[in-house]
Structures are given as C-alpha cells and as structure tokens.
C-alpha cells in the first residue's frame, strides 16, 4: 500500500530545463530559443519574465493545467509558433519567409510591434494593439535585483550572437554570459552601443542612452524597426561602427506602455 502510494505522488519526469515533462500532467510550456551551444541571453530572458509573471499571482511555471498549450513571449520566433501557441510580446523574425509560419490560428494576447501585427493581420489573424517586448519589464519585476549604476563604465558594446567574433575589446558585454550577469553589466553603463536587440531593449528599460550597430547582414532590421516602433521610438537609424554610434549619439527615448503589456499577460492558461 505504501509503495503505490508513493508511486501516485512522485514528480513527473523533467526535462533538461527543469520544467515539468508533459508525459506527467499537462503544463504551460513557455518557448526560447535556444542555440546549439549555451544560451543567449536575450532568448532567455522569456523564461525568467515568465517566471517572475507567474509568481506575482503565486503560480509556477509547472503547475497542472487542463491541456497543454506553448507560450511564446521574448524573441524573434514566430515561425516556431504553431496552431493553438499563445502569442504574448513576440515578433517576427524578418529572414523567415511567409511560408515558414505554418500555423492556423493563434491566441494572440500582445506583439513586439506594428510590423509583427501588420505580417499576422495579412495571414488573416487578429492581433490587438498591444506592443512591446516583455524584456521592458525587468526592471518591474525585478526592482531590488537590477538597478541603473551610471559612471561605472563609459560604454559598453553588445554585440548579436552572430557577430560575437566581429568586435573586441575591455568594453564588450557578451550575450552568451549569464542572463543576470549581462543586465549587470548593462545597467553599470552610461552608454550602450549594441547589434543584439535585447542589448537595445535592457538599455531602453533601464533608460540609459542606446544605439544600434550595424556590424553584418546578419540580422535585417526588421525586428529592430518592429520593436521601435511598438516601444514608441519615433526613429531608428544604426550606424556601422562604435565611433560612428558615439558621433551620431543616442537613439531617441521610447515611450512604451508596460501596463497595458503586463495586463495582457495569459495568465488564463493557468487555469489550476
């Protein structure tokens, strides 16, 4: 009797994240990207905004739900999403053609920007106006953990995971560090030149001054446009040198409406 008591009440299987395997209950399963060596950090970051988002109404990540459904949330990975996938703050990746988003319909609660919404509303989705990537929130929901330390550090340069080889130097923030560790870093800026999207985003939501660098033709600026525009930049412009961003100064400051995003959070599909 007692060992098929203790068989009924042992933990589902994990996967390689931690997260509950859905073979032993059904759970919300929040999407990043992932490279095929370590983490970036901007990927990332929608598993910890998940997180900290559930544990406002003190909800886990793994808790029992009726039926497994995906979040998507941080990163350029529409084209992952697939039918019944829960969109929140996501955009589109502008190297993926139309057919490679395969979905039929979505449960669409918020998009990085007007351009991701203009893409879907073309495929016959409705999407609300509801912008922004949920990486502005960070310094919401975690507001002893990260603060803005100006006149530690000049400036400090970003680079996209792709153009980690293309630029050197004492000031360079790697994306591949821990998620923390590059906010940190970040935050003890006065000035941040960046070709990552998120080195943009955690400038923007920490209000330190940004610009975007242009250092291949790797990234198009699709996602770039698609985000200023949902965080209320009135311009974007990138320049293809860290002298060239320090001339030209800073981008102009977004003005982005948190609580409407943070409001749009699914928290439905925890229905336990």
Same mark, same amino acid.
């Given at each position: 009797?007692?060992?098929?008591?203790?068989?009924?009440?042992?933990?589902?299987?994990? *996967? %390689?994240? *931690?997260?509950?395997?859905?073979? +032993?209950?059904?759970?919300?399963?929040?999407?990043?990207?992932?490279?095929?060596?370590?983490? #970036?950090?901007?990927?990332?970051?929608?598993?910890?905004?998940?997180q900290?988002?559930?544990?406002?109404?003190?909800?886990?990540?793994?808790?029992?739900?009726?039926?497994?459904?995906?979040?998507?949330?941080?990163g350029?990975?529409?084209?992952?999403?697939?039918? *019944?996938?829960?969109?929140?703050?996501? +955009?589109? #990746?502008?190297?993926?053609?139309?057919?490679?988003?395969?979905?039929?319909?979505?449960?669409?609660?918020?998009?990085?920007?007007?351009?991701?919404?203009?893409?879907?509303? %073309?495929? *016959?989705?409705?999407?609300?106006?509801?912008?922004?990537?949920?990486?502005?929130?960070i310094?919401?929901?975690?507001? #002893?953990?990260?603060?803005?330390?100006?006149? %530690?550090?000049?400036?400090?340069?970003?680079p #996209?995971?792709?153009?980690?080889?293309?630029?050197?130097?004492?000031?360079?923030?790697?994306?591949?560090?821990?998620?923390?560790?590059?906010?940190?870093?970040?935050?003890?800026?006065?000035?941040?030149?960046s /070709?990552?999207?998120?080195?943009?985003v955690?400038?923007?939501?920490?209000? &330190?001054?940004?610009?975007?660098?242009?250092? /291949?033709?790797?990234?198009?600026?699709?996602?770039?446009?698609?985000?200023?525009?949902?965080?209320?930049?009135?311009?974007?412009?990138?320049?293809?040198?860290?002298?060239?961003?320090?001339?030209? +100064?800073?981008l102009?400051? &977004?003005?982005?409406?948190?609580?409407?995003?943070?409001?749009?959070?699914?928290?439905?599909?925890?229905?336990?």
């Amino acid at each position: 009797m007692l060992n098929k008591l203790v068989r009924q009440v042992r933990p589902p299987k994990r *996967g %390689e994240d *931690g997260d509950a395997d859905t073979k +032993g209950y059904p759970v919300v399963d929040p999407y990043f990207w992932k490279p095929k060596v370590g983490l #970036n950090f901007g990927d990332y970051l929608a598993s910890a905004i998940v997180q900290r988002m559930l544990a406002a109404k003190e909800l886990l990540v793994n808790e029992p739900v009726s039926r497994h459904r995906r979040l998507f949330s941080v990163g350029s990975v529409l084209h992952f999403a697939q039918t *019944g996938d829960a969109i929140w703050g996501t +955009g589109r #990746n502008g190297k993926m053609g139309v057919d490679r988003h395969r979905f039929e319909t979505l449960d669409i609660r918020a998009v990085r920007g007007p351009l991701t919404r203009r893409f879907l509303g %073309e495929l *016959g989705h409705a999407v609300p106006d509801i912008y922004g990537d949920p990486a502005l929130l960070i310094p919401k929901l975690f507001p #002893n953990r990260f603060r803005r330390r100006s006149g %530690e550090q000049a400036v400090g340069i970003v680079p #996209n995971l792709h153009d980690t080889g293309l630029i050197v130097g004492d000031n360079i923030i790697d994306p591949t560090w821990r998620w923390d560790a590059v906010i940190s870093a970040i935050c003890a800026c006065d000035f941040i030149v960046s /070709s990552s999207l998120h080195g943009l985003v955690i400038a923007d939501a920490f209000g &330190i001054p940004c610009a975007h660098l242009r250092l /291949s033709d790797t990234e198009p600026d699709f996602k770039y446009i698609d985000y200023c525009e949902g965080a209320g930049r009135s311009q974007f412009w990138s320049s293809t040198s860290v002298a060239e961003a320090l001339d030209r +100064g800073p981008l102009p400051p &977004i003005a982005h409406d948190a609580e409407a995003l943070m409001a749009a959070f699914p928290y439905d599909l925890w229905d336990a």
